[in-house]
């Protein structure tokens, strides 16, 4: 039987490239498939991995009826087994359920890749219904990195290096290949943290400033052994 799976986990850790090779290895056991995607970092129609992979994908917008685009494919003929829906998370709730429609009324498997919270911890609607409908969640083992070395566990949005928490649920952005913020000054950039440091605000920016300031250096007068002079 055919199955809807949710394939979760934060940012930057190959979501995008899991989603092209399960295209890949169903393709090529002769499986007709469709790629569906939204919001994509390298723009519209297209599902790009951090790893330089790139396939076209069907665009999904907000008027968008998922059955009625696999439907009207099968009608023409064309084969479709499996759907690969990238970016899931900005996918509306009733598209969740026409996902959940196709797999029980045509028997086509779906595979949805997407974050499960936002940057301020709190679940896109997309993958709160995914959560509640799909058969299987699964979440992915190659884990990314807070900037301390932690797993990350939670998305965070910054602007000039530093965490915001207000501002519209979805905003394009992306990491940079070391996981800092890939933005140019007052660009919005995106940055995966561990909880602790999502809690305290303590973006790699944050850091690296905490760690060059004279108020952590060892500037103070200090004795031979390191120790600061004590009053004579």
């Not at 919270?117 to 884990?143: C, H, K, M, N």
């Not at 605000?201 to 850091?207: I, L, M, Y």
Request: with cysteine; charged share 25%.
């Amino acid at each position: 039987m055919a199955e809807l799976v949710f394939f979760t986990g934060t940012m930057d850790c190959g979501k995008s490239t899991l989603a092209l090779q399960m295209d890949h290895n169903h393709a090529a056991r002769g499986r007709g498939g469709l790629l569906l995607t939204r919001f994509d970092r390298a723009g519209e129609a297209v599902i790009s991995s951090r790893l330089g992979l790139r396939r076209p994908a069907v665009e999904v917008h907000d008027g968008t009826d998922l059955w009625a685009e696999v439907a009207r494919r099968r009608t023409q003929g064309t084969r479709v087994d499996y759907l690969v829906c990238d970016e899931a998370q900005f996918y509306a709730p009733a598209q969740v359920e026409q996902l959940a429609r196709v797999v029980d009324e045509m028997d086509v498997d779906v595979f949805a890749y997407g974050i499960t919270t936002d940057f301020r911890t709190r679940l896109f609607p997309g993958s709160q219904r995914l959560l509640e409908l799909a058969d299987r969640v699964q979440v992915l083992q190659v884990e990314a990195l807070c900037w301390c070395g932690a797993r990350a566990t939670h998305n965070a949005r910054t602007l000039d290096g530093a965490m915001v928490l207000e501002g519209d649920q979805v905003v394009v952005g992306d990491v940079a290949e070391d996981g800092s913020p890939a933005a140019a000054p007052g660009e919005v950039g995106y940055e995966v943290l561990c909880r602790r440091h999502h809690r305290r605000g303590e973006t790699a920016a944050a850091a690296h400033a905490a760690a060059l300031s004279p108020d952590v250096l060892p500037f103070g007068d200090a004795d031979p052994a390191g120790r600061p002079d004590a009053p004579a």
